[in-house]
T-cell receptor
Framework: GEDVEQSLFLSVREGDSSVINCTYT??????LYWYKQEPGAGLQLLTY?????DMKQDQRLTVLLNKKDKHLSLRIADTQTGDSAIYFC???????????FGSGTKLNVKP | DAGVIQSPRHEVTEMGQEVTLRCKPI?????LFWYRQTMMRGLELLIY????????DSGMPEDRFSAKMPNASFSTLKIQPSEPRDSAVYFC????????????FGSGTRLTVV
C-alpha cells in the first residue's frame, strides 16, 4: 500500500530507552528520516539514514534499518521529559522529490 | 539563516472569506512544499514546487485551494471561499534538490474557520 505506518502512542519513564517503530512501503526508497514535532511547532529533522546502511548512531539516537522487512526504528537512550513530542518517520522514494510521512508516534515521558 | 518563515502564525476567519497564507523558503532551497496537518488526517502534502514551478498538486483538496510561487523567495496558499473543514495547521517546507536533503519546516499557520 501507499501508507507509512507507525504506532500512535508510546509511554516510557524518564531514564528508560524509547523505541519508536515504522514500516515503510517502497524497497527502493533511498533515504529514510525521523522528524520530531513539539507542541505548537513545526517538524524538526532529527536524523536520517541512507538505505545502504543498517544502523546510524548520533548521540542518544540510534536508527536501525531492516531493508528486507522495510522496517525502521528510532531508539532514544536515557529518555528525558524534553523528548516528549510526536515523532514522524518519512521515506523519500526513488526518483521522487516528495516525502511520504507516517501518522506520527506520540511519545510521553513520565518523570 | 532565519529558517522557513510563515505568516501569519494564527488566522481566524469567517466561513466564506478568502484566506492567504504566506511562506518564505530558505535562500538557495529550490523545492517548496505545502502541507496540511489535522488530527484526523495527519500530514497531507498539498502541493510542491521545484524551481518555482508546480510539480505535483494532486493533494490540493479542491478548486477552492490555489498556490503560487512567483519567485524563489515567496509562495502563497490561498483558500477562497474558506469553510470550517479547512481548519488545520498549514506548514510550508523547503529543501535543496537532491535525495540526501531533508525538508526544513516552518512553524506553521494555525487556521480556524468559524
Amino acid at each position: 500500500g501507499e501508507d507509512v505506518e507507525q504506532s500512535l502512542f508510546l509511554s516510557v519513564r524518564e531514564g528508560d530507552s524509547s523505541v519508536i517503530n515504522c514500516t515503510y512501503t517502497d524497497s527502493s526508497s533511498t533515504y529514510l528520516y525521523w522528524y520530531k514535532q513539539e507542541p505548537g511547532a513545526g517538524l524538526q529533522l532529527l536524523t536520517y539514514i541512507f538505505s545502504n546502511m543498517d544502523m546510524k548512531q548520533d548521540q542518544r539516537l540510534t536508527v536501525l534499518l531492516n531493508k528486507k522487512d522495510k522496517h525502521l526504528s528510532l531508539r532514544i537512550a536515557d529518555t528525558q521529559t524534553g523528548d516528549s513530542a510526536i515523532y514522524f518517520c518519512a521515506e523519500r522514494r526513488y526518483n521522487f522529490n516528495k516525502f511520504y510521512f507516517g501518522s506520527g508516534t506520540k511519545l510521553n515521558v513520565k518523570p | 539563516d532565519a529558517g522557513v518563515i510563515q505568516s501569519p502564525r494564527h488566522e481566524v476567519t469567517e466561513m466564506g472569506q478568502e484566506v492567504t497564507l504566506r511562506c518564505k523558503p530558505i535562500s538557495g532551497h529550490n523545492s517548496l512544499f505545502w502541507y496540511r496537518q489535522t488530527m484526523m488526517r495527519g500530514l497531507e502534502l498539498l502541493i510542491y514546487f521545484n524551481n518555482n514551478v508546480p510539480i505535483d498538486d494532486s493533494g490540493m483538496p479542491e478548486d477552492r485551494f490555489s498556490a503560487k510561487m512567483p519567485n524563489a523567495s515567496f509562495s502563497t496558499l490561498k483558500i477562497q471561499p474558506s469553510e470550517p473543514r479547512d481548519s488545520a495547521v498549514y506548514f510550508c517546507a523547503s529543501s535543496p534538490t537532491g535525495p540526501n536533503y531533508g525538508y526544513t519546516f516552518g512553524s506553521g499557520t494555525r487556521l480556524t474557520v468559524v
